[in-house]
């Protein structure tokens, strides 16, 4: 089971910890010594900019699938996700240029942060607070052979600061079809953990199956865990259909225009309580478009803001901007909380 490494920030001792989470995660991916060092400076930086601009915050460090998926089985990437709810940044492009250092930091600077890694982007509004959302994958594994017009990105925080979360989730390739999933182990901890986890391995082999079709597979490989309530939304890349079919309480909304539609799914536990017929939605994907797929980590009446998804916004900042704003630090989320998100990537972007 994936090992998911939630480290608050309140104060300068943290930022070790989260300095170590990195390295840790980056052994686990496989990466060489200088892309663990990468991974390690750029997750230094985040946790003393937490201190700088909003005096706490929490970082999340957690390996997940590239934002444009390959086919087969890509390696995963360190994903380093910063958040707070601070004042917010003025000069979010002065931040991001060489040479403006944090205070008492390593003097890398966020514009550093950026040509470090792989992806990073950071999104902050005044009376908000921030987010930053950095990933390092091996050198090798830069390549660009993924699906074009199309991103997925995710973020997933343990409840209470557990080692593991019971919620995953993944999206697989298989020619011109992409699936995210997103799984919701019953309760928390590792028992929670195992059961999503199996979930994410049975998509890899069924992925090419249309969403209800693939959901039966996976009933049977949770068989024997606690189960799970899974999501599964499937993109035909050729046809621009989207299709979706949901066994528990994970939420879908998608974005069609100026409006948000709920793409519903059936009661039932995957593994334990299968409804015998699953419905599966087909609509329009637009390059308008946005998917968003979330746990009951956030309320089950939350509503995107207006600014959702803009079509700048990486995803899993899209997902990490979700997660902040679902909780305070006076009112902390209540349950692992993960949000999976599909777009369309800007027109200059493959």
């Known amino acids: ?16 910890d989260v300095r170590v989470a990195a390295e ?29 601009h909003a005096q706490a915050g929490e970082v999340v460090v957690d390996l997940v699938d590239p934002p444009v998926p390959r086919e087969g089985r890509p390696g995963q990437v360190v994903q380093i996700t910063a958040l707070d709810h601070g004042p917010g940044i003025s000069d979010v492009d002065g931040a991001l240029r060489d040479g403006f250092s944090t205070a008492d930091s390593l003097g890398a600077g966020l514009g550093t942060c950026r040509r470090l890694a792989d992806d990073f982007a950071l999104h902050s509004a005044l009376g908000r607070g921030t987010v930053a959302v950095a990933r390092i994958g091996s050198a090798a594994g830069g390549g660009s052979a993924g699906a074009p017009g199309v991103r997925v990105g995710g973020v997933n925080v343990p409840f209470a600061g557990a080692d593991f979360s019971g919620d995953a989730w993944a999206w697989v390739r298989s020619g011109d079809r992409l699936t995210l999933m997103l799984a919701d182990g019953l309760g928390h901890g590792s028992e929670a953990a195992r059961a999503s986890t199996a979930a994410v391995e049975e998509l890899r082999h069924w992925a090419r199956l249309p969403p209800a079709e693939c959901l039966p597979k996976l009933h049977a490989a949770l068989a024997g865990t606690r189960g799970a309530a899974v999501a599964v939304a499937q993109l035909d890349t050729w046809s621009g259909r989207l299709r979706f079919a949901g066994i528990g309480n994970v939420t879908a909304r998608l974005r069609e225009g100026d409006r948000w539609r709920t793409l519903l799914s059936r009661p039932g536990i995957v593994g334990v309580h299968r409804p015998g017929t699953v419905r599966e939605d087909e609509v329009a994907w637009t390059p ?15 509503t995107p803001p207006p600014d959702t998804g803009l079509l700048s916004a990486d995803p899993a900042v899209t997902a990490a901007v979700a997660v902040r704003d679902a909780g305070s630090p006076a009112r902390p989320v209540r349950d692992d909380t993960a949000v999976a998100v599909l777009a369309p990537a800007p027109p200059d972007r493959p």
């Open 1 to 16: 089971m994936p090992r998911v490494r939630y480290v608050p920030v309140q104060d300068s001792t943290r930022v070790r």
């Open 24 to 52: 840790e995660a980056a052994a686990a991916a496989g990466l060489d010594d200088q892309r663990t060092a990468a991974a390690a400076l750029v997750a230094t930086e985040l946790a003393t900019n937490l201190l700088k």
């Open 288 to 302: 308008e478009s946005l998917l968003i797929l979330h746990t009951d980590g956030l309320p089950s009446r939350w």
